[in-house]
């Protein structure tokens, strides 16, 4: 069992920049599979990132990619999302799901991760 615990959201500007984390309360956390998804006002849930815990590789949608970067602390059972140059289009609900079965091509499927945090919000205003 992992719980998991966002913060770190707020509203910013447009250009603005934000840092979310996850802290994972659990054990083995470094052997879990990681993602970051958002859902935005009256949108379904979307892939932003997520960390492989088994090639350590970091994958990105391509609306994030070069704007978004995720880093990992195992030593603190913390993941971040730091958030750079963002658009009102990033106005969401973010939450961070781990997993442990996941291989690439499910990477990007909610359903495929185990464990899922309450969400913070992020908003960005024009």
């Known amino acids: 069992q992992v719980e998991l615990t966002e913060s770190g959201g707020g509203l910013v500007q447009a250009g603005g920049s934000l840092r979310l984390s996850c802290v994972a309360d659990?054990?083995?956390?470094?052997?879990?599979?990681v993602a970051w998804f958002r859902q935005g006002p009256g949108k379904e849930r979307e892939f932003v990132a997520a960390h492989k815990w088994n090639d350590g590789s970091t994958h990105y949608a391509d609306s994030v990619k070069g704007r978004f970067t995720f880093s990992r602390n195992n030593a603190k059972n913390t993941v971040n999302l730091q958030m750079n140059s963002l658009e009102p289009e990033d106005t969401a609900i973010y939450y961070c799901?781990?997993?442990?079965?996941?291989?690439?091509?499910?990477?990007?499927?909610?359903?495929?991760?185990?464990?899922w945090g309450q969400g913070t919000q992020v908003t960005v205003s024009s």
């Open positions: 799901a781990a997993g442990q079965r996941l291989i690439t091509s499910s990477l990007r499927i909610g359903a495929a991760y185990d464990y």
């Open positions: 659990g054990r083995a956390f470094s052997r879990y599979t």
